[in-house]
């Protein structure tokens, strides 16, 4: 039955989703992380200003991973609300890289589409935080 593949589906595609989230969280406290024991053991620099920066931009990848994920959940996620009508459910389950190489960017737009992410507030908190303060930090004690 169709339905219950789209439900399958959604179910393994929520369940990865929630795993970016928590991954995600993770990179985030990684950099606060680092930047406290830098702080504290006396070693602040422009590699872990680079290195603040490094972790921003993964997590924007990752994020971005995530959020295709998103769009074929939602997609699921019509799909399944008409279960009452299937002759209205024309989704095919299983086909989320095929759907994403129809649409996938040039190179250049991943990366305007990674960069993008990296501005979101969800994402830019609170690597621009960790990063200014940093930044701050080396320019008045040079």
Known sequence: MQ???LAAEWSLLQNQFD???KYSLLIKLSSIVILAAAY???HLSIFILCLLFILWLQDAIWKTFQSRIDSRLLQLEA???NEHTPQH???VAFQFNSLYLQNRPSSAGLIKEYLG???R???AFPHVLLIVSLGLKLLFTA
């Open 117 to 119: 992410q990296a501005l």
């Open 89 to 91: 459910c024309d989704g």
């Open 3 to 5: 339905t219950s593949h």
């Open 79 to 81: 799909y399944l609300s």
């Open 19 to 21: 795993s970016y989230e």
């Open 40 to 42: 504290f053991t006396d």
């Open 121 to 123: 507030p969800t994402i």
